[in-house]
């Protein structure tokens, strides 16, 4: 509707909006801290603590091995400086008992003074001395602590995470699928990547309050007399849980939060990650032989990052020592108020204050950080017990064993790699992994070195998986695999899986630059510019990615470089995005056959002369029909040179020109030969052939 239609109502209506002063962050309560390459932005909410179960003595000697391997790692990644930060805490927690021991002390002798007129003035300097001594040195220890915990943060967790990094990478895909495995990796995904300092950390927090609690208690026994102030008491409890208040370790995990960040790393970082983690791209990942690939891309963006945090954990964690910083400050000068109170009262009436001023004091001082000690040593157990769960998880992870079991021989051995592969069934049966019932069933079928096999057959009846046991993404439950009259099994994994081209029906784009989506297709030339325009070109895909905004450097996946948590995170990234604090998602993306011209692209990446077999499942399936005909076209030419299975619903250009049809139905292959065999049959192949002819015919 034009404006000039609206009753006037509604234009005022209009203007109110446009005239209306825009929101800003803190209209939505958001709250904004930047730390290194993160924006970290978060809205507090109620926090209801979680509920911690107990653990059993069996879990814990169960644990202790991997605790003990624990203790190991963290040691090799810290070093000196490991030994020196624990040594620091130490101090830090002994530190208040040696200054209230001293504050009795030296409120002694203020007693003394007024009582007996005389004062020992070598005592006075040496407590004086050593009371002067203890806030410098806290301080030092302080800046000791807050500089190197985020280095040892980084360098412990770094080490770890790339310890799950792998551990995840080197899963095989009926060991990943593995309903146990994926709830185990589910459970321990998003803690386990910090779990190496958070760890350590809270554990040595916790021993460091039991330390302060203890010491400072036995000073205490040790000092107090039974004597009481009211207002005293209320003034310094008033006090102490002001600064208390104050104190860094503002509870922001209990907020919704959303980090972001915009550096280019970060998102190549999260990009890779999300290949090894999410179950979508496991079977590219796999059959792409991209794990080595993956890690070290990883590793070496994460070294580019320098300094910089990593992982949203860290940035998070980090974020607190920003904030708390000048508050810190101010809560201690709040814990002094009673004191500076009581000083000026005891000048003016010295005798007032003078039997009871140093108990007194010392009661007061103590109360409230006893309280707060022993219940934080309280939550620290139960935090120390899912610790030793998370220990136990991340090494159990480290260790799940893979079904596929790799082999010991090199592949190709003494092959003319132009000639291509051959490929043999002999009685295969396959059950997926869960399943009631086999797939395939006693398959039998050879297909000679430099062939093109098509395997056609209804929805459903195997096709797709005879293509996946042939580059061992699975192994079959029966029966044996052949390649050039050799067991598959018997051959390493990596150099298979090197030897062959494969396109899987649903293929996945990974979460980088479509570049190096391309690139990934060959793991030694994934940065080979030059290449992955030809492969592009060879895939039909280089006219349409030229005319996208960032051309080969388009990144598909949204929301890489950023995390978002808490309850209501989302509606937070919501408010942010209308507030244009962080970029709105992408819109658009490509289509069906764009897609696949994009996965075919990727297939084209391997260097001719190291493939020997390509698999191709619905490799035209969402092509238009000018660009299925170009693709066989080109493909046909490597007839002789290279063994090409297809599966396929569509006849026509491809099986007319098969070596060898495979028609598979419940299963089984029921019938094979070549196309002028099969029609002249006239059982399944011709009926299926007959209905899609008939359709041109009519
Ligand atoms: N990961 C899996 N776990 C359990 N069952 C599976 C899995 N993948 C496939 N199947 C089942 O195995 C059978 C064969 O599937 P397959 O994908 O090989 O069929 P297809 O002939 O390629 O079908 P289409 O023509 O639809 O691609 C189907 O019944 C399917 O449901």
Redesign the pocket.
């Known amino acids: 509707m034009s404006k000039r239609t609206r009753p006037s109502n509604h234009h005022d209506e209009l203007r109110d909006v446009i005239d209306a002063p825009q929101k800003t962050a803190a209209d939505y309560n958001i709250k904004h801290i930047r730390n290194d390459i993160w924006d970290f932005f978060y809205r507090k909410r109620s926090h209801r603590p979680q509920k911690t179960t107990g653990i059993s003595k069996t879990e814990i000697v169960q644990t202790l091995p991997f605790l003990q391997r624990y203790v190991h790692e963290i040691v090799d990644a810290g070093r000196g400086l490991l030994v020196m930060y624990t040594l620091v805490s130490f101090a830090l927690a002994l530190i208040p008992a040696f200054s209230i021991h001293f504050s009795g002390e030296l409120l002694n002798m203020v007693k003394m003074v007024i009582e007996k007129r005389e004062v020992d003035k070598e005592k006075l300097i040496y407590i004086v001395g050593v009371q002067a001594i203890c806030p410098v040195a806290t301080n030092l220890c302080n800046s000791f602590t807050s500089r190197y915990e985020p280095v040892l943060r980084r360098r412990i967790n770094k080490n770890f995470d790339e310890h799950l990094l792998q551990a995840r990478l080197r899963l095989d895909l009926p060991t990943y699928?593995d309903p146990v495995v994926q709830a185990r990796l589910e459970a321990c995904s998003d803690r386990l990547g910090a779990m190496g300092w958070n760890v350590f950390n809270d554990i040595l927090e916790w021993f460091s309050r039991i330390l302060s609690f203890t010491s400072q208690v036995s000073v205490v026994a040790k000092l107090l007399h039974d004597q009481q102030s009211g207002f005293l008491a209320i003034l310094s409890i008033v006090c102490h849980i002001s600064a208390f208040l104050l104190r860094p370790g503002y509870p922001r995990w209990n907020s919704d939060w959303v980090v972001f960040s915009d550096n280019s790393d970060i998102e190549k970082i999260n990009g890779l990650r999300k290949c090894a983690v999410a179950t979508d791209y496991r079977k590219e990942v796999i059959a792409g032989n991209l794990q080595e690939y993956i890690q070290n891309e990883h590793r070496q963006a994460r070294e580019s990052l320098g300094d910089a945090p990593a992982l949203v954990q860290d940035a998070q964690w980090e974020t607190r020592f920003a904030e708390a910083s000048n508050l810190g400050f101010l809560g201690g000068l709040l814990e002094r108020i009673p004191e500076v109170y009581l000083a000026v009262r005891a000048i003016h009436t010295p005798t007032l204050f003078a039997t009871s001023f140093a108990s007194l004091k010392i009661l007061q001082e103590n109360a409230t950080s006893l309280a707060r000690k022993s219940s934080k040593i309280l939550t620290g157990s139960r935090s120390i017990l899912t610790h030793i769960r998370t220990i136990r998880d991340f090494y159990e992870i480290i260790n799940i064993p893979n079904q596929i079991v790799d082999g010991t021989e090199a592949y190709p051995v003494d092959h003319d790699k132009d000639l291509g592969t051959s490929v043999e069934f002999k009685d295969v049966c396959f059950r997926?992994?869960?399943?009631k019932e086999d797939?395939?069933r006693k398959v039998s079928f050879k297909i000679k070195p430099g062939q093109i096999c098509v395997?056609v057959?209804?929805?459903?009846?195997?096709?797709?998986?005879?293509?996946?046991l042939i580059n061992r993404l699975y192994d079959c439950t029966e029966g044996q695999i052949l390649l050039d009259g050799k067991d598959i099994r018997s051959f390493k994994l990596a150099d298979l899986r090197k030897s062959m081209s494969v396109l899987y029906?649903d293929y996945r784009h990974l979460p980088v630059s479509i570049g190096k989506n391309i690139g990934m297709g060959d793991p030694d030339n994934a940065d080979n510019e030059m290449k992955i325009h030809e492969a592009a070109s060879l895939g039909g895909a280089s006219d349409f990615i030229k005319k996208l905004p960032s051309g080969f450097q388009t990144v598909m996946e949204n929301r890489l470089n950023m995390s978002v948590g808490g309850r209501k995170g989302e509606s937070l990234y919501e408010d942010l995005v209308q507030l244009g604090l962080v970029k709105a998602p992408a819109k658009g993306g490509l289509s069906g056959g764009q897609l696949q011209r994009l996965a075919l692209s990727r297939t084209f990446m391997r260097s001719r002369d190291e493939i020997t077999l390509c698999l191709y499942?619905?490799p035209s399936a969402a092509l238009d029909p000018q660009a299925e005909y170009d693709l066989f076209q080109r493909l046909r030419l490597l007839k002789g040179q290279k063994t090409m299975v297809f599966?396929s619903?569509r006849f026509g250009h491809l099986t007319k020109h098969a070596d060898v049809i495979l028609y598979?139905k419940g299963?089984t292959v029921c019938e094979a030969g070549t196309h002028a065999e099969l029609l002249a049959k006239g059982e399944l192949y011709a009926q299926l052939y007959n209905v899609q002819a008939q359709a041109f015919q009519e």
Do not use: F, R
Request: glycine fraction near 18%; aromatic fraction near 4%.
């Open positions: 699928e997926y992994p869960g399943a797939c395939l395997i057959g209804a929805n459903g009846e195997g096709k797709s998986t005879i293509i996946k029906q499942d619905e599966s619903h598979v299963g």
